[in-house]
């Protein structure tokens, strides 16, 4: 089907069931054990309604913000994902374009299948990066990659600490024992293989807050955990100085029944309301399972006046650009601009600040 055809994200996600190779749709689909927190953390939205108000000006719409400083023309960005040439041979690079040109923020995975350099080089001018760090076993290396990253330009550096051990993908896993006589399929899944062994250096069961520490003590841009599942891993990056937490359990790739961002998000804020803990320069963000615009309104809304939210999606990104390179990735930008346009005038609000929790109701979310 040609792009127009296009009306959503799940037919980008559809697409690219339909035309990825096996081993790269297994890879990108795949969520731990039983999928359960997979399912969940898109389906948690579906119990959050609206309180929408009526008769308010909404000729003008603005879904403009700012994350971490820096202008962002929607409150969503690209989160990190490994492995953009199993789906396109441009790999990251074609994400890169696509994003900066809808002037979306893109956040690089350690394990891009472009080298950060060329990802870095295919940003558009006025574009902002972001860099996704998995810390090596060997320190040395990931203050290396977090020198690089720097000089190259990215805006934040985002420490991934939901994997101390692969989470267990078994849709992934078969394909991969399977074997087949597919020659182009064999080469997609040995790179696919060659990450998970790549991977593994990256895995570091000893990894502690005072590693993370150290790694945010030898740069000035902000630091960021990804991966923060409880409340009080929340206080503890709030206490430690840190600039943020991204509320994820990876797309439901690690630990399975772990807490679903959203309603995570939900139980959070108005606690470090209550203790007092929030501040002006401590985001919050959250990813996992969000596919439309109603689910990104909900999250910010949540955050309200405490706290700046900002939204990640990973694998409508990935398939977007599998299925269409750059243009797949602009047009899943353009869908969710005009859902979130659309969805602001139904909700009786003009732009991301007049967003507050008066506008959700999360009582089936939090089971009250
Ligand atoms: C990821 N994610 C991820 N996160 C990270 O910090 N470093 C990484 O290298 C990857 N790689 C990766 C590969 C694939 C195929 C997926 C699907 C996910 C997690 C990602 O940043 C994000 O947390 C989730 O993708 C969010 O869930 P959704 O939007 O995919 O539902």
Redesign the pocket.
Known sequence: PSLDEIMNLHDMEYIAKNTLPRGAWA??SSGADDEITLRE?HYAYQRIYFRPRVLVDVSKIDTSTTLLGTKSSVPFYV?????AKLGHPDGECSIARGAGKEGVIQ?I???ASNSLDEIAASRIPGATQWF?L?VNEDRNVAFDMVKRAEQLGMKAI?V?VDAPSLGNREKDARVKFKGNSNVQQDKEVKRDQGASRALSAFIDTRLTWDDVKKIKSTTKLPVLI??VQRLEDVEQAIDDGFDGVVL?N????QLDTAPTPIELLAEVVPELKRKNKLRKDFEIFV????RRGTDILKAIAIGGNDVRVGV?????F?YANSAYGEDGVRKAVQILKDELEMNMRLLGVRNIDELNSTFVDTRRLLGR
Not at 250 to 253: E, L, P, S, V
Not at 287 to 290: E, I, K, N, R
Not at 312 to 316: I, T
């Open positions: 890879y990108y953390n989160s990190a994902t490994a492995l956040m995975s350690t394990l996704q998995y985002f991934t990804k991966g994820s990876h797309g439901g790739r990813d996992g399972g969000v990640g999606l990973g694998r409508p990935l």
